[in-house]
């Protein structure tokens, strides 16, 4: 299993969009479940979204419900992250994960294979 690849992390202000990007060029992809995380400085790292094996079923915490979307798509082994009315609180570190089960899991245990992160700043 390769490790996932985040990018698409950045600055915005208050109120602007950015969009993450995950690749997983492990063969196992389409498979599981896929998770996105953030650590922000001062504070324990947090569940953001998750999206089923087959993109039908996600969840959301609800600090980022009604703002963010997770998708994926399988053939190109890619899950996304759209970040939508950014505040200066979603500023953190963004992890991709892999679970190890195909159903949306908000459990932490349950990711096995994650990437390095992409920087996420919110600030005017």
């Known amino acids: 299993q390769v490790q996932p690849v985040e990018s698409g992390g950045g600055m915005a202000q208050p109120g602007g969009s950015l969009r993450l990007s995950c690749v997983d060029s492990?063969?196992?992809?389409?498979?599981?479940?896929m998770g996105w995380f953030r650590h922000a400085t001062g504070k324990e790292r947090e569940f953001v979204a998750a999206i089923r094996w087959n993109g039908i079923s996600t969840y959301y915490a609800d600090p980022v419900k009604g703002r963010f979307t997770i998708s994926r798509e399988n053939a190109k082994k890619t899950v996304y992250l759209q970040l939508n009315s950014l505040k200066p609180e979603d500023t953190a570190l963004y992890y991709c994960a892999k679970a190890r089960v195909p159903t949306v899991t908000i459990e932490t245990f349950q990711y096995d294979y994650w990437g390095q992160g992409t920087q996420v700043t919110v600030s005017s």
């Open positions: 492990g063969f196992t992809f389409s498979n599981y479940c």
